[in-house]
């Protein structure tokens, strides 16, 4: 974690309301994963209290620099597409802890709805480097929101549902998991909590359905403890959870999620990548 | 009941000539004059008050044992019952979690103490989320006290503290008088406490929150009976959520508090953007932010000149301008909060900012900014001929 200045290099309105910028911060980089993200601050203090927690979209880091993916929906958005090339803003990251593929994992499934595509676009990116087939399961409303393939690597299969069927399945994105099932190692997805709460339900019920054998208990010790990176690592569906936030270091418990059991656990610091299974989904508290 | 002598840290050097360098409090002096009521028999409020009314000339201090910038003001500012601050600059509860959640990103030793967060007899595990949320000029926030109890929090950081040069207040909360009592006792004695914040203000949970706040009589009974209880020194925080706050001030002084805290969080609502419920989980949240200083300068501004014990002022503090606000109005230190989540390293920039001003005014210590805008001692009526007296 570092808090280091970051200098715009470019920035588009990709799709309506929703913007791509590229900022240059070397030491915010390095040794950044897929998965985490950076806490952002808007210039403008006297009414922007807050920093705004943005995922890493993409990152490079030989050439020390990250994009952001975010949709305007209120003062703090809209003051950073108010910057301009060449603008420095301060960043806090990287933050979280990132996605966790296991090195066997030959078939990764990635599920995004809406923005959430930001949450898992740079383990795209990560996971093709290290020689993995890619396939991105994409949902949104309608087809001017969705996500543009030009922006995504060739390597990837990318599907796309829409709720009105404007274009690709007509329905909800989770109505093609499914048939990716069987195929996929390991699945990763990112966006609105009911999307998340019936891939946790379909993640469940995988091995079960798909009569996955569990080949019983490894030698030298049991499960890994619940939230450790080697639990995650075995889970079948990683989340990466969105909450409001605070500090964005652990310090102010604001952006908590409810696990199976236990505290509330940070989306900061225990996310926000979480294994399925960790969560508490039925939303009680 | 006589004050220990307290190790504040262990990692300090020793310090005996200045371990307790009395607060100068300039025009505060006035207090204990307006006072109609004598101390009602509470604990040890002579004693408190001996320490910050006794003043001693702020040449007699050596500076602070380390080089650098700021070490040629002196800074320092006494809590009462032998908490020395070496700087007027702390870090609020709940903001800063238990001192190490930010890292190499802050110098926490640089500190004058860190107050950590809300803790409590049992675990909490708070309120439904969303529990923060921004408004115009701040934040709210409704996190419901979560904190592992007081035997996690002893456990997991007390030992890290001891080790450290900057205090590390401990924020208690309780549903009853017994919770906090049974809370403090568990702190006492533990190495790397080196103070209790009594929150007796948090609008954020049901039982237990306000209702000592709010009622002068509630307010120094709980205070009374967390002073039986320990020797550590005691700092209580107001609410802003009442009437007036200056009985309730007087309470607890009059209870054998070290110094007050003002001010807590206001009560506020948000409402989600689809309109159909409140944002928050919790319905109500407590404001914070800039958006709440002048509430707490007028809460300082009464209280100091209400109390003889030393204040502390919170609520909106961004730049050194807010600090020399609240000094101005009789706080002899400050508490940042909500300002850290947008900027971390704010509050040890401002006790450089702080030392900086100090020089460029040609003072010895900040304490002479201590009071500033309180009202004037001469008969001020008089001098604008409004009634005359030979």
């Not at chain 1, 990250?66 to 949709?71: D, E, K, W």
């Not at chain 2, 609502?269 to 800039?290: E, K």
Request: charged fraction near 20%.
């Amino acid at each position: 974690m570092r808090l280091a200045g970051a200098e715009l290099l470019e920035t588009r309105e990709i799709l309506p309301g929703q913007w791509l910028q590229t900022y240059r911060a070397p030491e915010l980089i390095a040794g950044a994963r897929a998965g985490q993200f950076v806490h952002v601050r808007a210039g403008d203090y006297s009414g922007l209290v807050l920093r705004r927690p943005f995922s890493i979209n993409t990152m490079d880091p030989r050439a020390g620099t990250l994009t952001i993916h975010f949709r305007v929906v209120g003062r703090g958005t809209a003051w950073f597409t108010f910057l301009r090339p060449g603008d420095r803003i301060e960043m806090l990251g990287p933050l979280g802890r990132p996605f966790e593929v296991d090195p066997r994992s030959r078939h990764l499934l990635l599920v995004a709805g809406g923005l959430g595509i930001a949450g898992v676009r740079s383990l795209a990116d990560e996971a093709i480097r290290d020689g993995r087939q890619v396939t991105l399961l994409f949902g949104a409303a309608t087809a001017r929101d969705v996500y543009p393939s030009s922006l995504l690597p060739d390597e990837v299969e990318y599907l796309v549902a829409t709720d009105d069927g404007s274009v690709g399945h007509h329905g909800f994105v989770t109505e093609l998991v499914p048939d990716y099932e069987a195929w996929a190692d390991q699945a990763f997805a990112c966006g609105p909590l009911p999307m998340l709460r019936v891939l946790a339900g379909q993640a469940a019920t995988r091995g079960r359905r798909l009569g996955v054998a569990s080949l019983g208990r490894k030698r030298g010790g049991g499960r890994p403890p619940p939230g450790s990176p080697q639990a995650r690592r075995k889970a079948f569906l990683q989340v990466s959870m969105e909450q409001n936030m605070g500090c964005a270091v652990g310090a102010c418990l604001g952006c908590v999620v409810k696990p199976v059991s236990g505290a509330p656990v940070r989306v900061c610091r225990e996310g926000p990548v979480f294994a399925s299974d960790e969560l508490d989904w039925q939303g009680g508290w | 009941m006589k004050p220990k002598r307290r190790v504040v840290t262990s990692g300090a050097p020793a310090q005996p000539a200045r371990r307790r360098p009395t607060v100068r409090r300039i025009k505060p002096a006035i207090a204990p004059l307006q006072r109609r009521d004598g101390p009602t028999g509470g604990q040890l409020p002579a004693a408190s008050r001996a320490t910050t009314a006794g003043a001693a000339p702020a040449s007699e201090l050596p500076p602070a044992s380390e080089s650098g910038p700021i070490r040629e003001t002196d800074l320092s500012v006494d809590l009462g019952r032998g908490l020395v601050l070496r700087n007027p600059v702390l870090v609020a509860s709940g903001t800063f979690g238990y001192g190490i959640e930010y890292g190499d990103v802050v110098d926490v030793q640089r500190l004058g103490a860190i107050c950590c967060k809300g803790t409590t007899l049992k675990p909490r595990i708070g309120n439904q989320p969303p529990r923060v949320t921004e408004t115009p000029g701040g934040m709210l926030n409704s996190i419901g006290l979560q904190n592992p109890g007081v035997d996690a929090v002893v456990e997991k950081y007390a030992a890290t503290w001891a080790g450290w040069e900057v205090p590390v207040i401990v924020n208690v909360a309780g549903e009853s008088i017994a919770d906090y009592v049974e809370v403090v006792r568990r702190l006492e004695g533990v190495p790397g406490v080196a103070g209790i914040e009594l929150n007796i203000s948090c609008p954020n949970v049901g039982k237990g929150g306000l209702q000592f706040a709010i009622d002068a009589e509630a307010a120094g009974a709980v205070t009374a009976a967390v002073r039986r209880a320990t020797d550590l020194p005691l700092l209580v925080k107001l609410s802003p959520n009442v009437a007036d706050v200056r009985p309730i001030a007087r309470a607890i002084e009059d209870a054998g508090a070290d110094a007050l805290t003002a001010i807590n969080t206001l009560s506020g609502i948000a409402v989600a953007p689809t309109r159909d419920r409140p944002l928050l989980g919790n319905v109500f949240g407590g404001l914070s932010g800039p958006a709440i200083k002048p509430i707490a300068l007028r809460v300082v501004y009464e209280v100091a000149q209400t109390v003889g014990i030393p204040i502390v002022g919170i609520g909106g503090i961004t730049e050194l301008a807010d600090v020399l606000d609240f000094l101005a109005v009789g706080a002899v230190a400050v508490q940042v909060g909500t300002a850290i989540f947008a900027d971390p390293t704010l509050p040890v920039r401002l006790i450089d900012d702080l030392a900086g001003e100090c020089r460029r005014r040609g003072l010895d210590s900040h304490r002479s900014l201590v009071g500033t805008a309180l009202p004037k001692r001469a008969t001020a009526s008089s001098a604008r001929g409004v009634e005359y007296r030979p």
